[in-house]
């Protein structure tokens, strides 16, 4: 399964570390593509409507874009959002309608969770233009979140890539910190600085060295936001929920099901399929063999009832014909003769009706039925339809019938 990674391009601040607030959103998209989630096939900036196409599409905030504090969730249902606002009114520095929140994956009203916050605009902004361009975005993932491991991560700042930036993440929470002054080696403990894995970007990794005073792993931009692949965050909660209908929502479904949590699944409902074909080919196999020996054993028995009966086409057919043959020198008559349709009809005739009109053709007896009402002709056709003969009613006649042979003989 493909995936794809979009880096969303920062939140816009007003002279923000020197750089001019800009109206409107950005046009160009950093990405990668990875075609199984460990290698990267393609990777560049390119507008949204040239972004390569994939099975699953995953947003990437930074870490300066996402905010984050721990509360007790309120029991609220489907009023969550509103009821997360009320909640945290007096620490958040912005209005609330202003402002996204996501939960914690798992998480339930009242629980103690962590709760995701960014700007409401710029989130939905992003989402929109891609999805304008016809990319549609399966899950938005922060590119650090609050871990029971300390991790930190040098990386070049984005305005000046003479600066140095710490995304350091731990059990109490995730920020970005700048690495000028003694204020972030104040707030890391001894042993957060002992405990935590620590990675840099190769472009600031012998700084970041230096600073820490310890070996780092270098990793790359896009070796640590395939780690993403591995996480349930997905910011794209309440408002902005992703919103599927027919085609695309069993597309969403199929590619949650590609996923690789789901790959014991996948091979359990493979198994299961394959064992039901096997067991069906067996059983039509079986059912084959029993027809087959159901077919000899008729055969058989015109062989040897019938030794004059060589050539073996429809064997019950020629069985009936031979029987008819014996019945007619016997002088018995047949099931089709006048005789016995009249006989049958004489079996079940209404002792208050009288017969006005009669005529036989070809194997079959018409009655007259004129003034006779529904209940007599009912009960008249139920009674030679339980002895086995074939019945038409029309226009105030009766028809009686044998039951059809098995048809003509094959050529």
Not at 19 to 34: H, I, N, T
Not at 106 to 128: C, F, K, N, P
Not at 372 to 392: C, E, K, M, P, T
Request: charge should be neutral; include cysteine.
């Amino acid at each position: 399964m493909t995936n794809l990674l979009i880096f969303l391009n920062p939140r816009n601040r007003l002279r923000a570390m020197g750089r001019p607030s800009v109206e409107g959103l950005p046009v160009e998209y950093d990405y990668l593509l990875s075609p199984d989630g460990v290698q990267v096939s393609a990777q560049g900036r390119c507008p949204a409507a040239l972004l390569p196409r994939a099975d699953h599409v995953i947003a990437v905030a930074a870490a300066a874009d996402v905010s984050w504090q721990r509360v007790q969730l309120p029991r609220a249902g489907r009023q969550m959002r509103a009821a997360l606002a009320g909640t945290m009114e007096e620490s958040l520095l912005e209005d609330p309608e202003d402002l996204h929140f996501a939960i914690e994956p798992e998480a339930a009203g009242g629980d103690r969770a962590w709760v995701a916050i960014t700007s409401m605009r710029w989130l939905a902004g992003q989402l929109a233009q891609l999805e304008a361009a016809q990319v549609f975005v399966d899950s938005v993932a922060p590119l650090a979140r609050p871990e029971l491991l300390p991790r930190g991560h040098f990386h070049p700042s984005d305005s000046d890539p003479q600066r140095m930036l710490l995304s350091w993440s731990h059990a109490e929470g995730a920020a970005e910190l700048l690495l000028e002054g003694n204020l972030t080696r104040q707030l890391l403990t001894p042993q957060m600085l002992q405990t935590a894995q620590w990675s840099a970007s190769p472009a600031v990794a012998a700084s970041a060295e230096q600073w820490l005073g310890a070996p780092v792993t270098v990793l790359t931009s896009a070796q640590r936001a395939l780690r993403l692949l591995d996480s349930n965050w997905n910011l794209r909660q309440f408002e902005l929920a992703p919103r599927t209908r027919g085609v695309r929502a069993l597309r969403q479904l199929l590619r949650g099901l590609m996923r690789p949590n789901w790959r014991p699944v996948r091979w359990g409902l493979t198994g299961l399929i394959l064992v039901q074909l096997l067991g069906l080919n067996l059983l039509a196999w079986r059912q084959s063999q029993q027809l087959k020996q159901q077919r000899a054993a008729i055969d058989t028995t015109l062989t040897s009832s019938f030794p004059q009966q060589r050539a073996i086409l429809d064997a019950p057919l020629q069985m009936r014909r031979e029987t008819e043959k014996l019945r007619g020198s016997a002088g018995r008559p047949g099931e089709q003769e006048m005789e016995t349709l009249l006989a049958a009809a004489a079996s079940r005739w209404p002792v208050e009706r009288t017969l006005e009109a009669w005529s036989f053709e070809a194997g079959q007896l018409q009655l007259s039925a004129k003034g006779w009402n529904d209940a007599q002709v009912q009960q008249f056709s139920q009674q030679l339809r339980s002895d086995g003969w074939l019945i038409d009613v029309s226009e105030g006649r009766i028809n009686i019938r044998p039951a059809a042979p098995n048809g003509p003989l094959k050529p």
